[in-house]
C-alpha cells in the first residue's frame, strides 16, 4: 500500500459552484479524517468516520459542507456553493483506532 | 482541546541538534504528546509520540518530565531537508476517536 491518496491535488473553481474531493485511506485503516488548512496554519479538524459511520462533525463543517464514506473504504467530502473563504487545504488522513495518523498530500481548493 | 504553545520560529545550522520545547501546563491525565513535521504542500507526517520519560526512535528523541507540563522535540544533527513546520499536539485517546488540534507549529529553518 502507497499511503493515503488524494483527488484532485489542485482545483479551482469559480465562487458558487460545487467540488467534490475523494480521499482513498490505508487500506486496512477503519477510521478517516478530514481536516482543512489554511495558509499559516496547522490543520483544523472538520469530520472522521469509523468505518462507513461518520461520527463526529465540527462546528466549520457548516451545512454547505457534507462528507461520506459509504462502503467504508474511500470518502469525499463535497462542498456546495463555494466561497472564496473555502479556500484552503484540505487534508484526509486514515488511522487504527488508538494509532497515528497517516495523512494524504491533500487537496488545495481556490475559489475565484 | 487546548492547545498547545511553542515558539513559532528557530534557526538552525547542518549538523546540529535541535531542540524544539512545546508547553502544555493544563495537561489531561489521558493525554500523550505527539509530534509531527510537514513540509510545504504536504500533509503533516507523524514523528514520535511519548507519555512521560524519554522516547526515542530512528529520527527524534522526546523528553517529557515527570509533571508532564512541558516536551522537548530533540532532532540530532539536523539536515537542510530537516526545514518544516513542526507541530507539538496533546493527543487524547478514546473509544470515539482521537481528533487532532494543531496550533501553529513552529517553523525550523536550517542553513548550511
Redesign the interface.
Known sequence: DTG?SQDPRHKITKRGQNVTFRCDPISEHN?L?W?RQTL??????LT?F?NEAQ??KSRLLSDRFSAERPKGSFSTLEIQRTEQGDSA?Y???S?H??D???????T?LTVT | LAKTTQPISMDSYEGQEVNITCSHNNIATNDYITWYQQFPSQGPRFIIQGYKTKVTNEVASLFIPADRKSSTLSLPRVSLSDTAVYYCLRTYFTGGGNKLTFGTGTQLKVEL
Open positions: 493515503v477510521r479524517y481536516y499559516g496554519q496547522g490543520p483544523e479538524f472522521y469509523q461520527l463526529e487545504m487534508l484526509c488522513a488511522s483506532p488508538f497515528e495518523q497517516y495523512f494524504g498530500p491533500g488545495r
